[in-house]
């Protein structure tokens, strides 16, 4: 079973700068199946980006995704006081998803 | 307008049972892959259980295996998750979640929440 681990588990920074998200894989994975998204209190998971590096419809520019292999990253560009929540990343595998830990992105 | 809508959860006991239903529109249902996810209080989410688009092939997280029952009715355009034996640690809002192969867990409910508490 393929094991996610975030990093940081929480990132402090302000509106404007610039926010880079690790996801490791314990062992190699699919690009493909490398999904990121963004969860609030009392809403629904959204999807940010499928496939390592797509964008979901309707996802601002301002996220990107990259890796490949056990090191994923998930990049914000200059944060919006809407982007401050928790991220995961989340593995599909051949009969079931592994979802990382989680990384709280929170206003400094 | 994609919707996804969950319900059927509430408070039973330890032991108890519980039916989970997520209704659907917007999209074709029987081309997507449906899934439960769920989110205990203070954790991080946790895939359930997936069913196939057909409905014949399902997966089961190890913590859930032998006691909950995903499955759907693709003429109902719904998903349910048939919860037995339940434990205080399955309390969680419950997410139903449609996805297909490169793009999994797509269009999300808003959750329903199981609380098992005595």
């Known amino acids: 079973e393929v094991v996610l681990t975030q990093s940081p588990g929480t990132l402090s920074l302000s509106p404007g700068e610039r926010a880079t998200l690790s996801c490791r894989a314990s062992?190699?994975?699919?690009?493909?199946?490398l999904s990121w998204y963004q969860k609030k209190p009392g809403q629904a998971p959204r999807l940010l980006i499928y496939g390592a590096s797509n964008r979901a419809t309707g996802v601002p520019g301002r996220f990107s995704g990259s890796g490949s292999g056990t090191d994923f990253t998930l990049t914000i560009t200059r944060l919006e006081p809407e982007d401050f929540a928790v991220y995961y990343c989340?593995?599909?595998?051949?009969?079931?998803?592994?979802f990382g830990q989680g990384t709280k992105l929170e206003i400094k | 307008e994609v919707q996804v809508v969950e319900s059927g959860g509430g408070l039973v006991q330890p032991g108890g049972s519980l039916r989970l239903s997520c209704a659907v529109s917007g999209f074709t249902f029987r081309k997507y892959a449906m899934n439960w996810v769920r989110q205990a209080p203070g954790k991080g989410l946790e895939w359930v259980a997936s069913v196939t688009g057909s409905g014949d092939i399902t997966y089961y997280a190890d913590s859930v295996r032998g006691r909950f029952t995903i499955s759907r009715d693709n003429s109902k355009n719904t998903l349910y998750l048939q919860m037995n034996s339940l434990r205080a640690e399955d309390t969680a809002v419950y997410y139903c979640?449609?996805?297909?192969?490169?793009?999994?867990?797509?269009?999300w409910g808003q959750g329903t929440l199981v609380t098992v508490s005595s």
């Open positions: 979640a449609a996805g297909v192969a490169v793009v999994p867990l797509q269009h």
């Open positions: 062992q190699s994975v699919s690009d493909i199946y």
């Open positions: 989340l593995q599909y595998g051949s009969s079931s998803y592994t």
